[in-house]
Each structure stands twice: as structure tokens, then as C-alpha cells.
């Protein structure tokens, strides 16, 4: 809006120049704080990056965050893999075949809600017992990615859920009218509606991930090396940085991974808005 | 010749009963129309001639409903009866994807899968609903670009690309501009040729000006069907003459 257009607003209508000014205010707000933890990781991060901070093996010289950003790539995929599929599928059936508003419906939707407000610990500490101390998996890939996937499960299923019921009835009712079965109204017309939401969820889900430590350090475990194989060891970004954070012999390093870590979110949100545009396209 | 032969059909959403005792042939290629005021009916009696009420939770119904001899609440598949009555919806619902697409899901839902084939029924298509010269340089673009009335011919000929006997419409001009309406109404009136036509509408001079025979309907009974020039000159029913006078409805 012009300065002028706004000074003729306040005149006229000094109420709706008050809110406009306040919205503006609250954009600015929201804004700025973010741009001051962006701005702040950044400048005390980046001067720090070296080559030796990605070397393939870490060592206490070189504090490398390789086998960590690794570890971090591995259990978001292997994650994703395991509930991905379960919450979307989950969330078709209780959308379009369910009964609508069954008392089965409203079991697995209070449960689900309840999975989504337990503390990240607890299901730390139910993925070390059940996946670590009774499966034999110990501190492991596999430990972690399941625990993390149970974690996530609740938030994939719940934004499908939304995204299906904000599909129009009208889609629906114009693909039976043609004459095409359930499978095929739900596959052809209803999912691909859905996407950009199911997507959004995902996206939200990978930052859950990302940012999870204190599950992650129960399951996964958080020895910096290079995991051999799913059933070995490892840490994440985040992990190795409250580790780094702990320790406090190498606030450069510190800094600088959390400036990875911050690029490697923006890069994955960046690369999962673009997957979400080109489903979109075709 | 009746396309469709109703019988004592009656139809309940759970406790509620929404039509009650309707007896009445359709004949083909005519345009039949169904008029009332609102909550009569019209639209559970039109989407239960295609089995759309199946969808519905709660919904029950009793009676005959005979489609060329074939009773279709019997031994039947459900896709392909609404293959043969197709259906044109209140509001455009065009799926939200391109022109082009728009047509071709219908046949290859049922199992059309030549390139050829389907550039053919996708033209043809949107010809016989008079819409190909505005749509035939942008098939690629999204069907959501079109205006409501277009959107709305798109929609009728999405439903022609199965090649239906039958077109169900329910109000299919009450969201668009006079202009729009027109354009489906000349459509309408053309389309009868080839198809049997039921069109709901809430517009009396619609009825009138492009029905064969009309059925009016309050409270989920018929009061009246007959000829519509007979119904609308000589109703012979008090009920259907204060309707269609607008004294109330
Ligand atoms: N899905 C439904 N569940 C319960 N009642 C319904 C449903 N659909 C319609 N009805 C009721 O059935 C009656 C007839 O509705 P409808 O056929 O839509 O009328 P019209 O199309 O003539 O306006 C109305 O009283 C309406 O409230
Ligand atoms: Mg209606």
C-alpha cells in the first residue's frame, strides 16, 4: 500500500488504521525473530565450516559431522519408508471406507490424538525397551527409525486425514457418476486432490525427525562413527550437536554444524515443495 | 417407448421418508422435468434413478424402478448403470485437471486406452455439448480455468463421453448467468435427440420452455404429471396451479 493511501486510511477510519497497523506490526515481529535465529546461527556458523568438518571418519581433531548428517539421512528415509505408507493407507481407510462417525473411527482417532501428545522420552524409552532390550536390536539404525517412525505416525495420519475430508464430496459424487469404482475414485481423483496436503504433512513430518534428540539418543544411541549396517549405531545432526553442545571444548564446531543443520532443513523443505509442485504439474 | 418405469417406489433417509408412492414412466428421448419447492424431493428421486443414493448412510428404498424392462435396485452392476445414466450436478464439479483429462477419465474408467480412440470421443464429446470451439486450443489447460457456465458443458460432456442413454440433471443451471442458461437449455433441447433427459429444476419458465412433460412434487409425493403444456395451462390440481402461479414454493 502507498504511504498516501495510508495516511488517507487513518483519517477516515482511525479503527481499521489501528488493526492494519497491528497485523503489520505482528507480521514484523514474526518476521524478525525469525530472521535473528537464522541470521545468528549463520554468521557464527559459517566461518567455521571446513572441509575437515564433512571428512568421512570423525575424530576428536577434526570433529566431523559426516557419519552425523549421515545418520540423520538414513533415519529420516528409513522413517518415512515405515509410516508413510501405514498413516497415508491408515487414513484412507478411515476416511473414504470406514463408517463415517463409527465408534471404530472414534477409537483409532482418540488414540491417535493421544499418540500425538506423548513427550518425545516416552517413546524414547519405549523404543529402547521393546526394540532395543526385547527385539535384541540394541542402540541401533533400526531402533531408531522405529521408534521415530511411531513417533511421526499420528502426524502423517492426522494431515491425510484432513487433506482427504478437504477434498470435495463434489469430486467424488462427479467420478461414481461416470460409473468408476471406489479404488479407482480414491486413486485417480481423490489422492491426487489430497497430495499437496499428504505432502505438507510429510514435510512436517522430516522436520520432527530432524529435530528429535532426546528419542533418538535412547534408540538410535549417539556414538559418533560411521554406522556399518541398520543394526549398528550411530547419532544424528541433532543428537551430535547437543553432544558438542555438552562437552563445550569446540563452540566452533558447535556453531557451524548447527548452520548445517539449519541449511540441510531448508534444503529438504525446498526439495520436498518442489516434489509437491511437479506431483502438482502432472 | 419408457425409458424408465417407476413403481410405488418409496425411499427413507434412516426415519425419515423422502418419497412416498411414486408411480410414473419416463419416456425416452424426452426431456422430463421434475419441479417443486425445495426439500420435495427432486433431487432424491433423480439421484435414485442412478443409484447415487447408495452413497448416502441411512438410506432405504422400496419398490420398482425399472431401466428398459431391467430392474436396477435388483442383481445389477452399479458402474454400469451410471455408465448408461449419466449424471450433470447442481454445481460444475469439473475434476481438477486438464480439459483433456476431463473427458478421457470417463472411457478409460472403462477401459478405453487408445491415444486415438480417446482424442476422438474427447472431441466428439465436446462438440455435442457445444463447447469444442471454446476449448479445443487449451485441452491441456486445467478444466478449473473455465467459467461456471463452460465448467457447467464441460461437465455435460464429460457425462456424454461414456455414451449414456440417459442424462440426469439436477438444476444444472441454477449457479450460472442468463447467458449460460441459455446456452444449456438450446444444448438441452438439442441433446434430446439422442438421449432421455430428467432435468430438476426450481425455474418455471425453464420447465416450460424446454420439458415434454413435467411432474410436480411436494412432500415427497407427485401430485401431478402430465404433459407440460397441459400442466402449466389446466393444472388440475389446486396444489400445482398455486405453484406454478407462485403463490407459494
Ligand atoms: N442425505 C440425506 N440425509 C437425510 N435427509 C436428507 C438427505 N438428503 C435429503 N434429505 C431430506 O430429504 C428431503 C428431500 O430432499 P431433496 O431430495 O434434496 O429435495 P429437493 O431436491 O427437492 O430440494 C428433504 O427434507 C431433505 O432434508
Ligand atoms: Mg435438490
Request: glycine fraction near 8%; charged fraction near 20%.
Amino acid at each position: 500500500m502507498k504511504i498516501a493511501g495510508l495516511f488517507k486510511m487513518k483519517r477516515r477510519k482511525p479503527l481499521d488504521f489501528v488493526l492494519f497497523a497491528l497485523t503489520w506490526i505482528c507480521i514484523g515481529l514474526t518476521v524478525s525473530v525469525l530472521a535473528l535465529v537464522v541470521g545468528y546461527v549463520l554468521i557464527n556458523g559459517v566461518m567455521y565450516i571446513r572441509p575437515s568438518l564433512f571428512a568421512f571418519q570423525y575424530t576428536v581433531e577434526n570433529q566431523s559431522l559426516f557419519p552425523a548428517l549421515v545418520g540423520t539421512l538414513m533415519i529420516v528415509a528409513m522413517a518415512l519408508t515405515l509410516s508413510v505408507p501405514i498413516g497415508v493407507f491408515s487414513a484412507i481407510y478411515l476416511v473414504e471406507y470406514a463408517k463415517r462417525g463409527s465408534r471404530f473411527v472414534r477409537i483409532v482417532r482418540v488414540t491417535t490424538e493421544t499418540l500425538a501428545g506423548i513427550p518425545s522420552i516416552v517413546y524414547g524409552l519405549f523404543g529402547f525397551i521393546f526394540f532395543g532390550v526385547v527385539l535384541g536390536w540394541g542402540l541401533s539404525l533400526m531402533s531408531g527409525a522405529f521408534t521415530v517412525s511411531i513417533m511421526i505416525l499420528p502426524l502423517i495420519m492426522r494431515t491425510t486425514e484432513e487433506s482427504l475430508k478437504a477434498v470435495p464430496d463434489a469430486f467424488r459424487e462427479g467420478s461414481f457418476g461416470l460409473g468408476a469404482g471406489k479404488l479407482r475414485t480414491v486413486g485417480r481423483i481423490v489422492l491426487p486432490a489430497a497430495m499437496p496436503g499428504i505432502l505438507a504433512g510429510v514435510i512436517l513430518a522430516i522436520g520432527r525427525i530432524i529435530g528429535e534428540t532426546a528419542a533418538i539418543i535412547f534408540t538410535l544411541g549417539n556414538v559418533a562413527r560411521m554406522p556399518n549396517n541398520l543394526f549398528d549405531t550411530g547419532r544424528t545432526l541433532s543428537a551430535h550437536m547437543y553432544a558438542l553442545a555438552n562437552e563445550g571444548t569446540h563452540p566452533g564446531e558447535a556453531h557451524a554444524t548447527a548452520a548445517v543443520l539449519l541449511i540441510v532443513v531448508i534444503l529438504i523443505n525446498a526439495l520436498s515443495s518442489r516434489i509437491a509442485r511437479l506431483i502438482k504439474a502432472s | 417407448m419408457n425409458k424408465f418405469s417407476l413403481a410405488d417406489v418409496n425411499l427413507w433417509y434412516n426415519d425419515f421418508q423422502a418419497l412416498k408412492n411414486i408411480t410414473m414412466d419416463i419416456p425416452a428421448n424426452m426431456i422430463t422435468a421434475f419441479i417443486g419447492p425445495s426439500g420435495c424431493g427432486k433431487s432424491t428421486l433423480i439421484k435414485s434413478l442412478n443409484r447415487m443414493n447408495d452413497l448416502v448412510e441411512g438410506c432405504k428404498i422400496t419398490g420398482n424402478i425399472m431401466l428398459d424392462g431391467e430392474i436396477i435396485y435388483g442383481n445389477i452392476d452399479v458402474n454400469l448403470l451410471r455408465k448408461r445414466v449419466g449424471m450433470v450436478f447442481q454445481k460444475p464439479n469439473p475434476f481438477p485437471m486438464t480439459i483433456y483429462d476431463n473427458i478421457a477419465y470417463g472411457p478409460r474408467t472403462h477401459g478405453i486406452k487408445s491415444k486415438f480412440k480417446l482424442n476422438e470421443i474427447v472431441e466428439k464429446s465436446l462438440r455435442d455439448a457445444a463447447i469444442w470451439d471454446e476449448t479445443k486450443d487449451r485441452l491441456k489447460k486445467s478444466a478449473l480455468s473455465l467459467s461456471g457456465g463452460q465448467q457447467q458443458r464441460l461437465c455435460i460432456a464429460r457425462a456424454l463421453s461414456v455414451q449414456p442413454d440417459v442424462l440426469l440433471m439436477d438444476e444444472p443451471t441454477s449457479a450460472l448467468d442468463p447467458i449460460s442458461t441459455s446456452k444449456i437449455e438450446e444444448l438441452v433441447i438439442k441433446l434430446k435427440k439422442d438421449y432421455t433427459i430428467v432435468i430438476v429444476t426450481h425455474n418455471m419458465q425453464q420447465a416450460a420452455r424446454i420439458s415434454d412433460n413435467t411432474g410436480f412434487f411436494l412432500l415427497g409425493e407427485l401430485i401431478e404429471y402430465g404433459g407440460t403444456g397441459q400442466i402449466f395451462s389446466v393444472p388440475g390440481e389446486k396444489r400445482t396451479e398455486d405453484y406454478i402461479t407462485g403463490r407459494f414454493g
